[in-house]
């Protein structure tokens, strides 16, 4: 029962996520991405505030004796980078090409982990990480007619994301994962007011706009306590290839919000990806448990 509960808190958070990403793009049409950034860094900040003490009666956990780390510090940095990337992206290619890349995200990490932490990745992983970052390729077709410089924005958002969750593992697993996740979205102010001076003024949101960030707040931070709480309560080995649900919500809201047609290679790249990613996980755990 603790699996199927956690099934569904994975399908939630993907599914929200999704709606964050759609409302990211949509706001990104009318206010320029250093102002997204500041929203949505404020907006996180408050939600995890109002969580924190909701939970602890107090403030006090968002100050942690590791919070000034060299490793907490880098940890925020890629956080920081990782945005810039990702909204950018979002605001200047089809969404659902930005998740289909997007879902490499393991792929980094794992070689990451080989190259940088010592863990030991056979050949098969090896393989699986090489055949998945050519469906990348596929996706994103480097040289083709319809290639976007752009398109290589979610591949630099993905190796962000990569660092960030490396640097993660080795924090002091005392930290709150809310004081975390707090100051995670504290270092997405910093990344707006850095591309402030290269992007357009700053505008006044509209009504509707007012509406994209309060949904991309909202969405964001549910999705963020759904995954956590999914972690806590199933196994997951389980729960895994569901986190590539995030890529069907993707897609179909790209196609009814934004009139996108993938093509047929975004599929095959898609696939591709989905395909050694699941595979490696299930190497990863045959490796464990030997």
């Avoid at 190796?159 to 270092?187: C, E, H, K, N, W």
Wanted: glycine share 8%; proline share 5%.
């Amino acid at each position: 029962m603790q699996n199927i509960r956690g099934i569904i808190f994975v399908i939630f958070s993907m599914a929200v996520f999704a709606g964050e990403d759609a409302f990211i793009k949509s706001m990104s049409r009318g206010i320029p991405v250093s102002e997204v950034l500041l929203f949505l860094g404020a907006g996180g900040m408050i939600s995890f505030a109002i969580m924190t003490y909701m939970q602890r009666g107090t403030l006090a956990p968002l100050v942690h004796r590791d919070m000034r780390s060299p490793i907490m510090l880098w940890r925020n940095a890629s956080e920081a980078v990782s945005a810039m990337f990702f909204i950018t992206a979002l605001s200047l290619v089809p969404l659902s090409t930005v998740a289909a890349v997007f879902q490499a995200t393991p792929l980094a990490i794992t070689a990451g982990a080989a190259l940088f932490l010592g863990e030991q990745v056979g050949w098969r992983r090896w393989s699986a990480i090489i055949i998945g970052f050519i469906g990348v390729l596929i996706i994103i077709r480097p040289g083709g007619e319809s290639f976007q410089l752009a398109a290589l924005l979610p591949i630099a958002a993905v190796f962000g994301i990569a660092l960030r969750d490396l640097l993660t593992r080795q924090m002091d697993p005392s930290i709150p994962s809310l004081s975390v996740a707090f100051y995670g979205f504290a270092s997405v102010i910093p990344a707006g007011l850095i591309l402030a001076p290269i992007n357009d003024p700053f505008v006044m949101p509209a009504g509707v706009e007012w509406t994209y960030i309060l949904g991309a707040v909202i969405c964001g931070v549910s999705g963020y306590y759904a995954i956590v709480q999914a972690m806590r309560i199933a196994e997951t080995s389980i729960i895994m290839p569901f986190r590539y649900m995030r890529l069907i919500f993707s897609m179909i809201l790209g196609v009814l919000i934004f009139a996108e047609r993938p093509d047929h290679w975004t599929y095959l790249g898609a696939t591709i990806v989905i395909g050694t990613g699941i595979y490696m996980f299930l190497r990863e755990q045959r490796a464990r448990a030997r």
